[in-house]
């Protein structure tokens, strides 16, 4: 089993440049998460899937960032434009119906200049 | 509101010493509590997950834990630390709607 798959592994951009991450769960995961952590932090949920309908998008701050699941499998996550303090590890992750565990990606490190 | 606290933000022990990394969380519920471990630069790995029933919990790597209602904790633990144990230590628990809610982790330093 491949795991939960996210590209790039690093990606540094001036600020108010755009920047879009790529998740691909787990196959036969329904749910998909968007995590960002904060350097000495633990992660914070930005959204959350259920297949392709965005469950809970609360805490996403939809005037610069976005996320689309096409067809209940691969997802990405886009900033436009950057701002300094977006600087974070971005991290996807995924579950199954059962719950038992959630499966996270080795994250997207993201450095605002 | 729910939410997770992890006393200790960075513990140094002895390769070979015990190990008990503190958690305490706020949740009106039955909590589904987790650990996860954090290497430098990679994603999360879960160590061990309670949901219910016996409330001491054996994980991976030789790691547990024990749930207690009464103190709200959910405290992990090891026997005897290794050296490739050195990490981020993160404990969470999931909310009615799915949402997992972070501690602000622990840096485990191992001293050989």
């Known amino acids: 089993e491949a795991g939960v798959v996210q590209s790039p592994r690093y990606k540094i951009i001036e600020k108010k440049q755009p920047v879009a991450f790529w998740c691909n769960p787990i196959s036969g995961h329904n749910t998909l998460y968007w995590y960002r952590q904060n350097l000495g932090q633990g992660p914070e949920l930005l959204i959350r899937?259920?297949?392709?309908?965005?469950?809970?998008d609360s805490q996403l701050p939809k005037d610069r960032f976005s996320a689309e699941r096409l067809k209940g499998v691969d997802s990405t996550l886009k900033i436009q434009p950057a701002e300094l303090g977006d600087s974070a590890v971005y991290l996807c992750a995924s579950s199954s119906r059962d719950r038992d565990g959630y499966t996270f990606g080795s994250g997207t490190r993201l450095t605002v200049v | 509101a729910q939410s997770v606290t992890q006393p200790d933000i960075h513990i140094t022990v002895s390769e070979g010493a015990s190990l008990e990394l503190r958690c305490n969380y706020s949740?009106?519920?039955?909590?589904?509590l987790f650990w996860y471990v954090q290497s430098p630069g990679q994603g999360l790995q879960l160590l061990l997950k309670y949901f219910s029933g016996d409330t001491l919990v054996q994980g991976i790597k030789g790691f547990e834990a024990e749930f207690k209602r009464s103190q709200s904790s959910f405290n992990l633990r090891k026997p005897s630390v290794h050296w490739s144990d050195a990490a981020e230590y993160f404990c969470?628990?999931?909310?009615?709607?799915?949402?997992?809610?972070f501690g602000q982790g622990t840096e485990l330093s191992v001293k050989p």
């Open positions: 899937y259920e297949n392709e309908e965005a469950v809970d």
């Open positions: 949740y009106g519920a039955t909590p589904y």
């Open positions: 969470a628990v999931e909310n009615q709607g799915g949402k997992l809610i």
